[in-house]
């Protein structure tokens, strides 16, 4: 669902004019990290921190709720859902158009291929973290970018930029497929973003190292 300003603005929002493509490539690995620490506060890096890939392995290694976990490699990135939620039509609307409401889910699917069980195990764990709506997603391409949410914050002249997990929610790991002679043992993941859960995202570029190594 989205909602529309009122009143409006005096002018339609600017559009930025496009100075090059964004595109992130393959997903090929999976940053888990709760949203909320045990204070209460949004769990976040900030740069010039985030960008330094020795910090995100101190967070690996921490045992509070800044903890960060990361998945195997994962194959088969598939999105699906995204698509128009309308109401309406017919006698029903003007002129028999449907009304815009918002979109469905964004979900994505994935297969982790020829695992050790014991690891699935540890995975399924995070299904009852994504059901208390408290845990994010960083995306790692196979360039060893990462993306995430990131947003800026001006204050007293000094403007800082910090990267948070993007929230999801149906987080699913499931039990092993045999693939026989034929296809590989795979246990299916998926999950779905919130709405809108793109409008704040960014890619962001290691100045050390690769988001693949951790």
């Known amino acids: 669902m989205f909602t529309c300003q ?28 709760r949203l909320m620490d045990d204070r209460g506060a949004r769990n976040g890096i900030a740069e010039p921190r985030a960008a330094d890939v020795d910090n995100w392995v101190t967070l690996k290694s921490v045992t509070d ?21 309308t109401v309406g039509g017919g006698n029903e609307s003007l002129n028999g158009a ?4 918002g979109s469905n889910p964004v979900g994505m699917s994935f297969d982790l291929n020829n695992m050790p069980q014991n690891v699935i195990e540890q995975m399924k764990a995070l299904m009852c973290e994504a059901m208390g709506h408290n845990l994010g997603v960083f995306l790692v391409n196979e360039k060893g970018q990462l993306k995430g949410i990131k947003e800026s914050v001006t204050s007293s002249g000094t403007t800082t930029v910090t990267w948070y997990p993007i929230p999801i929610q149906t987080l699913f790991v499931g039990d092993l497929q045999l693939g026989g002679l034929d296809a590989n043992d795979k246990n299916p993941m998926s999950f779905k973003f919130v709405p ?8 962001l570029t290691p100045t050390n190292g690769t988001f693949l190594s951790l």
């Not at 809108?196 to 890619?203: E, H, I, L, R, V």
């Open 98 to 101: 449907e009304t815009v409401i």
């Open 6 to 33: 009122c009143p409006q603005s005096a002018a339609l929002t600017t559009i930025s004019p496009v100075t090059c493509a964004d595109r992130f490539g393959q997903t090929q690995k999976i940053i888990f990290q």
């Open 196 to 203: 809108n859960y793109s409008d704040k995202t960014a890619t």
């Open 65 to 85: 709720s800044t903890k960060i976990v990361v998945t195997p490699f994962v194959e088969n990135p598939t999105p699906d859902g995204g698509d128009v939620k």
